[in-house]
Every structure is written in structure tokens, then in C-alpha cells.
């Protein structure tokens, strides 16, 4: 096991390189089991080297469809790391999770995620799925990824609040007669929710 890790320590350049980071974790996964995987992923997040814990977020990522402790684990423990690069990777191994066991499998899921008390928790959704239309079932269903997205209108989070208009702002691009109406129903009385409005409206006022 600790082989990989070696392997890491010698390939991943000291230059962050998220290419290298996903490819390395991609290629592993297609070799080794989702138990193998997890176990992988535990060990290389001790690491002291912030990229090579990052390989260890997505092999949890690929792990968590089989394994409800990787998931956990991803919510739990790797949401509370203070690097804003491992939760740009937390983002994408849930992505990866989704993807995996599908969409709409993963719905009850992502509701829990979006209703967790931790913020990385919250934003590793909006983030990691944007954007969220292009997205089997959500590309079908685009109303709700819209209503998921808009209960996050007044985060108590501005970094999830950001994520979540901005996500809103990339399906106006396909979608803007459903998000128009669903701004036009907002109550502006907040300035979260203001925040929210005026980010994911931007492409509806240049109309």
C-alpha cells in the first residue's frame, strides 16, 4: 500500500498541479477496488504534502459508492481541513460521487450535504456540481436543481451564497425564463439575499 504513497512522493511535482492530482487518482481507482480505494484515501490524507492528500480526497470521492465511512469521512473530517485547494477537491470528489451512483440516486445526499451545519459541507455541493444543468437528471430536471440552489439564497455563508449565485448564473444561460422567475419570487428585503440576486440575475439584465 504504502507503495503509491512512495510513488506520489517522487511524481507529483512541488508545483500545484491539479492535472497530475486528478490523473494520478483517476488511474488508481480504475486498478483497485472502492475498499481498496478508501484505504488508500485514509492514508495518503495523513500526508504532510497538501497535493498528495488531495489524491487521497478523490480516491474517498471514488470510494463513497460503496462506502458510506469515505462519505463520512468527506463530510465529517476532510470539510474541516483549512486548505482551500483540498476543499476545491472536496467539491469535485463529491462531483465524482455523484456521478458514479447517479444523480438521482445521490439526491438525498445532496440535500443532507446542503443542509449540514459546516459551510465547506454546503458549498462542496453547490460547487462541485456546477454546472449543475449539464448534469444527467439535473439537464432533465433543471427546476430542481434551481430550487436546491435558491434555498442557499440566505446562507448564513457568503462563500456558499457566492457559489450558489453563481451557480444559479451559469443555468440562466439555458434556463433564464425559469430563473427569472424564481428571482422574481424572492423577497429582497436582505442583503443576503441581494447578494445572491444580484449574482446569479447578471446575465437576465444584459437581456
Given at each position: 500500500m504504502g507503495n503509491f504513497k512512495a510513488y506520489l512522493e517522487e511524481t507529483i511535482p512541488e508545483k500545484?498541479?491539479?492535472?497530475?492530482?486528478?490523473?494520478e487518482a483517476e488511474n488508481y481507482y480504475k486498478e483497485h477496488s472502492p475498499a481498496e480505494c478508501f484505504s488508500m484515501g485514509?492514508?495518503?490524507?495523513?500526508?504532510?504534502?497538501?497535493?498528495?492528500?488531495?489524491?487521497?480526497?478523490?480516491?474517498l470521492g471514488y470510494a463513497a459508492c460503496e462506502n458510506n465511512a469515505a462519505l463520512s469521512?468527506?463530510?465529517?473530517?476532510?470539510?474541516?481541513?483549512?486548505?482551500?485547494?483540498?476543499?476545491?477537491i472536496l467539491a469535485m470528489a463529491f462531483d465524482n460521487y455523484c456521478k458514479i451512483i447517479g444523480y438521482e440516486t445521490a439526491l438525498p445526499v445532496i440535500e443532507e450535504w446542503l443542509g449540514s451545519g459546516q459551510a465547506n459541507v454546503r458549498r462542496a455541493v453547490t460547487e462541485g456540481l456546477r454546472i449543475w444543468t449539464s448534469r444527467p437528471f439535473f439537464r432533465d430536471n433543471p427546476q430542481i436543481a434551481i430550487k436546491l440552489l435558491s434555498a442557499c439564497k440566505d446562507?448564513?455563508?457568503?462563500?456558499?451564497?457566492?457559489?450558489?449565485?453563481?451557480?444559479?448564473?451559469?443555468?440562466?444561460?439555458k434556463y433564464p425564463e425559469m430563473i427569472f422567475s424564481e428571482l422574481d419570487s424572492?423577497?429582497?428585503?436582505?442583503?443576503?439575499v441581494k447578494q445572491v440576486y444580484k449574482l446569479a440575475s447578471k446575465f437576465l439584465e444584459s437581456r
Open positions: 500545484d498541479s491539479l492535472r497530475i492530482v486528478k490523473k485514509l492514508e495518503l490524507y495523513q500526508s504532510n504534502n497538501f497535493q498528495i492528500q488531495e489524491v487521497g480526497v478523490f480516491l469521512f468527506m463530510k465529517e473530517t476532510v470539510s474541516q481541513h483549512d486548505s482551500w485547494k483540498v476543499q476545491e446562507d448564513e455563508s457568503e462563500y456558499v451564497r457566492k457559489s450558489a449565485g453563481n451557480a444559479l448564473r451559469d443555468i440562466s444561460k424572492w423577497d429582497l428585503s436582505s442583503k443576503e
